[in-house]
């Protein structure tokens, strides 16, 4: 059932079972993080490998400091800025944190979202939740409530409706390196102009840092039910003559007779508006009568590294 009953969705939490939220990033998937039981039925709901771990999410730092070591110095500053957003950081945990939810790691996961129903959804709770986006593992992010229930209707019992991701792409992850450098893990909904300007240096974020492996950061993820390329739209035209095209592209129209829906993420070419509507692009695209999907690469700046990053993942090399 969809519906925006916060004590209803408490009450289910509550109880051990999973529920859909919104945030301001993408729809979740959440059950009490403190409980392996409930946690396991994230996994389960998700057809997720339990080796790839799960962000936790509350609604305060004092309740972050119950469940971790420390928030290291050089992150404090940052976390105050970002949080509530679409930032996420990897801590030590405390024993509370099951090794399920970190997929065996001693670094856990954490964020503060920035949604109201959920924010008000995690005061209501004695524990923090344990939340992936919500969609069946591998495929395309929810970015509304229909597009949960499109994937998962049969296997939740209550979908709590937010309105449509107002960020729309998943939360950046970062860490503190070895040498007390703050590094990203994923791109996302901070940009690493915003990280910089905040730090005083540029994060590393092409290379991951030994020290803590990433599990589960999958090459292949987001995936539409139809193949999708990324590149110069004429020139895949051009490689794939005789099928039908839904076309994804930044501003720009494309004439041909072989597309037979276009979708233009933002006509003024704000990112911003791309990045929130990428995923609601994705699921009309191969809901469309396509055989493929043609999508543009994105300037790579701004919201547009993880618009790219997201595309990459979910496209056929
Ligand atoms: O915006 C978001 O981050 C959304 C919303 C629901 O908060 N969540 C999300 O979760 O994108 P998910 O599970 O789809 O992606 C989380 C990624 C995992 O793929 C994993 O690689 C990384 O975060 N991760 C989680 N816990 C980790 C840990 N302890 N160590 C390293 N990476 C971790
Ligand atoms: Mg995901």
């Given amino acids: 059932m969809i519906g925006t009953d916060i004590s209803h969705a408490s009450n289910l939490l509550q ?43 509350t609604d305060s730092i004092e309740k972050i400091n119950q469940f971790v070591e420390e928030i290291p110095k050089p992150l404090k500053n940052i976390l105050h800025h970002f949080w509530p957003g679409p930032i996420t950081v990897l801590l030590k945990k405390k024993i509370q944190i099951p090794d399920l939810v970190t997929g065996g790691s001693s670094y856990v996961a954490v964020r503060i979202p920035k949604h109201e129903m959920t924010l008000s959804l995690l005061k209501s709770l004695p524990f923090p939740i344990a939340a992936p986006s919500a969609n069946l593992f591998g ?13 998962l209707r049969n296997r939740i019992e209550y979908i709590l409706d ?44 092409k290379k991951t840092s030994q020290s803590i492996i990433a599990p589960g950061m999958l090459k292949s993820h987001y995936a539409p039910k ?74 790579n700046v701004g919201l547009g590294i993880a618009i790219n990053d997201r595309l990459k993942r979910a496209s056929i090399k």
């Fill in 15 to 57: 109880k051990g079972k999973v529920v859909a939220i919104p945030t301001e990033t993408v729809y979740g998937l959440a059950a009490n993080a403190f409980s392996s039981d409930a946690v396991l039925k994230i996994f389960s709901i998700k057809k997720r490998p339990l080796f790839n771990p799960l962000i936790v999410h």
């Fill in 162 to 205: 937010g309105g449509l991701c107002e960020i729309g792409i998943e939360s950046t992850i970062i860490f503190l390196n070895e040498t007390s450098k703050v590094e990203v893990l994923r791109t996302g909904g901070v940009s690493i102009e915003a990280l910089t300007s905040m730090l005083g240096y540029e994060p590393m974020y």
């Fill in 226 to 299: 139809i193949p999708l390329y990324i590149g110069e739209i004429k020139t895949m035209i051009e490689n794939n003559i005789g099928m039908k095209i839904c076309v994804i592209s930044f501003s720009e129209i494309f004439a041909h007779p072989q597309i037979i829906k276009q979708i233009i993420l933002s006509k003024n070419k704000d990112l911003h508006e791309a990045a929130k509507k990428l995923f609601g692009a994705m699921h009309e695209a191969e809901d469309s009568n396509a055989d493929i999907i043609l999508s543009e690469i994105f300037p």
């Fill in 139 to 151: 495929r395309i992010s929810p970015t509304s409530a229909l597009h949960v229930s499109a994937q």
